[in-house]
């Protein structure tokens, strides 16, 4: 969550174990935004590994 916020994409983890992520704030937005959002989570899995 941390790197993700570092790239201007906020996010929090919900659910029982934490195992759930959540856009915040909830806005609704675009193909275009969801293919920022997918790309940046993509790119800090990598880094983690």
Same mark, same amino acid.
């Given at each position: 969550?941390?790197?993700?916020?570092?790239?201007?994409?906020?996010?929090?983890? +919900?659910? %029982?174990?934490?195992? &759930? =992520?959540?856009?915040?704030?909830?806005?609704?937005?675009?193909?275009?935004? +969801?293919? %920022?959002?997918?790309? &940046? =989570?993509?790119?800090?899995?990598?880094?983690?590994?």
């Amino acid at each position: 969550m941390n790197r993700m916020r570092e790239r201007r994409v906020l996010i929090s983890a +919900a659910g %029982i174990h934490g195992n &759930t =992520l959540k856009i915040r704030p909830p806005l609704p937005f675009g193909r275009e935004h +969801a293919d %920022i959002f997918l790309k &940046t =989570l993509e790119d800090v899995l990598h880094e983690t590994n």
